[in-house]
């Protein structure tokens, strides 16, 4: 069974850091893409961050450039995404995916598989 699990979300002031962790399981996704993805209430699923399949490359938003960083271990089946100065406007669920392309695309349509979210919640 394929799954996906994030973890690593929570409740932070703004300025704040979290690290969300992707966890891997049921195949291997080494040779593809992952991508980082948000939805905020009330609105679409929204394209964050995405790293090629060997890590070579790397895509991030305009809103998160200079403020996240996206990173895989593929010994350790995981995606990072590393959020640091944090805005309450970055408040949303954040959802791992894995492509099947090798390179970074930012459309849902090129993933497809997905994990459930996590929570990510910034106070001002």
């Known amino acids: 069974q394929v799954q996906l699990v994030e973890s690593g979300g929570g409740l932070v002031q703004a300025g704040g850091s979290l690290r969300l962790s992707c966890a891997t399981s049921?195949?291997?996704?080494?040779?593809?893409?992952m991508g980082w993805f948000r939805q905020a209430p009330g609105k679409g699923r929204e394209f964050v961050a995405g790293i090629s399949w060997n890590g070579g490359s790397t895509s991030l938003s305009d809103p998160v450039k200079g403020r996240f960083t996206i990173s895989r271990d593929n010994a350790k089946n995981t995606v990072y995404l590393q959020m640091n100065s944090l805005k309450p406007e970055d408040t949303a669920v954040y959802f791992c995916?894995?492509?099947?392309?090798?390179?970074?695309?930012?459309?849902?349509?090129?993933?497809?598989?997905w994990g459930q979210g996590t929570q990510v919640t910034v106070s001002s």
């Open positions: 995916a894995a492509s099947f392309m090798r390179t970074i695309v930012a459309a849902t349509a090129y993933y497809n598989y």
């Open positions: 049921g195949r291997t996704f080494s040779s593809v893409a």
